[in-house]
């Protein structure tokens, strides 16, 4: 992939509550991860870290940008035959009903006539959102049991917010949730921010908050590290992890200030070890 700069930063916190960080990030340009093991089962940290490992071998080998869809479907049934091997494992040592599983929110650069683009999926309640002149969207649509009841009218997005069954998801890799993933493409130029999140941050603070850091945040490391510092000031119930991307000098025309941001970021790479 040609002609593409991305700038990025990544943050996690294990919270106030868990003692265990279940969440795992990859941030190997062009592929961008955040899975979140699933809390009530079997070791949640081994299967998230398992997706990671399967992106990260892909982004070692290289993939063909024409197949997006294809790449990343066969990455998340490898990784899926991984777990589940390691279910077997268990329950042969005596876990009967072990059952570990993961979210999963992926992000990389394919070509689509012949025009480099995102290709965004998930799987579970994490989340994608993007800034586009200076608005925050949410792009991917959560898989859990209060989105579809908000989806039938049943009850509204605030009542799903402090709905006793947030927290059940409909999809996932491993467990009992189905593998069947949404696929999102964006233009770089309609994306000029990406973040990735689990639901420790997308749970713990709104939508409001997260574009006010995102926007006025020009570092995507600082961002990041911003975006998780907020969910856990704000109790901190779940592990919170974020990956922020940038598309770096795509318009002369457009209101990011590339030339301030890479310089920016060259100054505190130097300052960092």
């Known amino acids: 992939m040609t002609g593409v700069e991305l ?16 969440d795992s990030f990859l941030v190997a340009p062009p592929v961008f991860v955040v899975a979140d093991g699933m809390g009530g089962h079997d070791r949640g940290d081994v299967a998230s870290r398992i997706v990671v490992e399967e992106f990260a071998r892909l982004a070692d080998t290289g993939y063909d940008p024409a197949h997006g869809p294809e790449v990343i479907a066969q990455t998340l ?3 899926q035959l991984r777990i589940a091997d390691y279910d077997a494992e268990q329950r042969a040592g005596g876990a009967h009903d072990f059952a570990a599983g993961t979210t999963a929110v992926v992000a990389l650069l394919i070509e689509q006539s012949t025009e480099p683009k995102w290709l965004l999926a ?5 989340r994608i959102y993007r800034i586009n002149d200076g608005l925050l969207e949410q792009v991917s649509v959560d898989h859990s049991i209060v989105q579809e009841l908000v989806e039938a009218g049943v009850i509204t997005a605030d009542d799903a917010a402090v709905h ?3 927290h059940v998801i409909t999809r996932a890799i491993g467990g009992r949730g189905r593998l069947d993933a949404d696929f999102f493409v964006l233009p770089l130029s309609g994306a ?3 973040m990735l999140c689990s639901d420790g941050v997308s749970g713990m603070i709104d939508d409001a908050m997260i574009g006010e850091i995102l926007t006025r945040t020009s570092d995507p490391r600082d961002a990041a590290d911003e975006v998780v510092a907020a969910a856990v000031a704000a109790g901190g119930r779940d592990n919170a992890t974020a990956v922020v991307v940038d598309v770096v000098g795509l318009a002369d025309d457009r209101p990011y200030d590339s030339d301030a941001q ?4 060259e100054q505190k790479l130097g300052a960092r070890p």
């Open 77 to 79: 049934l490898e990784a």
């Open 7 to 22: 700038h990025h930063g990544a943050a996690t916190d294990v919270g106030r509550v868990r003692t265990v960080n279940e």
């Open 164 to 166: 006793p069954e947030r």
């Open 122 to 126: 998930n799987l579970g309640d994490s």
């Open 262 to 265: 890479r310089v920016s970021l």
């Open 192 to 194: 000029e921010r990406l």
